[in-house]
């Protein structure tokens, strides 16, 4: 079966520094692959997402991620944190036969230090 | 502005007492889905809806249950059977035969 792994539950980084989340995946094929960041008491708005083509990814809020087939991972970087970066981030996969559902990480939760 | 809207934001309940929730999206997409969230736990499917009056039980259905009579709006009862109802709830939107998902403001129930 498929999973998502994002093995930080919390990151702690001071305002200014640079930042990478870890998500690593388990899935035979390469798989559609997205990463979601929820503000406090907030729904989930979409930072970006991964198809096909280029393995590094652009997305909103100054965020980008990597797909790294030979590690199975799709890690989200940020070369400078602000203090709104503070929320909850969550990777996520869709597979081929998962009738289009995806599969979701358990989130980790970035502090911002100042 | 096309989106996704759940309504109450906040949500108290006894004990015992079948609850509804809203969800409603003007973005014209065919599948709608509920999560629920628990700290440290993620998103936990709960239904899904590809088309209208069809839906599938997710990974927690039990306690749980849903209506699609229309495209727009996806209302998701918690029953009286649900052991642990109090959560934040989403609701989620998708084109037909796409991953990515579109989620409302989510809904906080508390039961005691």
């Known amino acids: 079966a498929q999973s998502v792994t994002q093995p930080d539950i919390h990151i702690t980084v001071s305002e200014g520094a640079s930042l990478e989340l870890r998500c690593n995946y388990s899935?035979?094929?390469?798989?559609?692959l997205f990463w979601y960041v929820q503000s406090p008491g907030q729904g989930l708005q979409l930072l970006l997402k991964?198809?096909?083509?280029d393995t590094l990814v652009q997305g909103i809020k100054g965020f980008e991620a990597e797909f790294k087939r030979s590690q199975s991972s799709f890690n989200l970087r940020k070369p400078s944190v602000h203090w709104s970066d503070a929320a909850e981030y969550f990777c996520?996969?869709?597979?081929?036969?998962?009738?289009?559902?995806?599969?979701w990480g358990a989130g980790t939760k970035l502090i911002i230090k100042p | 502005d096309g989106g996704i809207t759940q309504s109450p934001k906040y949500l108290f309940r006894k004990e015992g007492q079948n609850v509804t929730l809203s969800c409603e999206q003007n973005?014209?997409?065919?599948?709608m889905y509920w999560y629920r969230q628990d700290p440290g736990q993620g998103l936990r499917l709960i239904y899904y809806?590809?088309?209208?009056?069809?839906?599938q039980k997710g990974d927690i259905a039990e306690g749980y249950s849903v209506s699609r009579e229309k495209k727009e709006s996806f209302p998701l009862t918690v029953t009286s059977a649900q052991k642990n109802p109090t959560a934040f709830y989403l609701c989620a939107s998708s084109r037909q035969m796409d991953y990515e998902q579109y989620f409302g403001p989510g809904t906080r129930l508390t039961v005691t």
């Open positions: 809806s590809q088309i209208v009056n069809d839906f």
């Open positions: 996520a996969v869709g597979a081929s036969d998962s009738n289009y559902q995806l599969i």
């Open positions: 973005l014209n997409h065919d599948a």
């Open positions: 991964y198809f096909s083509g």
């Open positions: 899935y035979g094929a390469t798989p559609y």
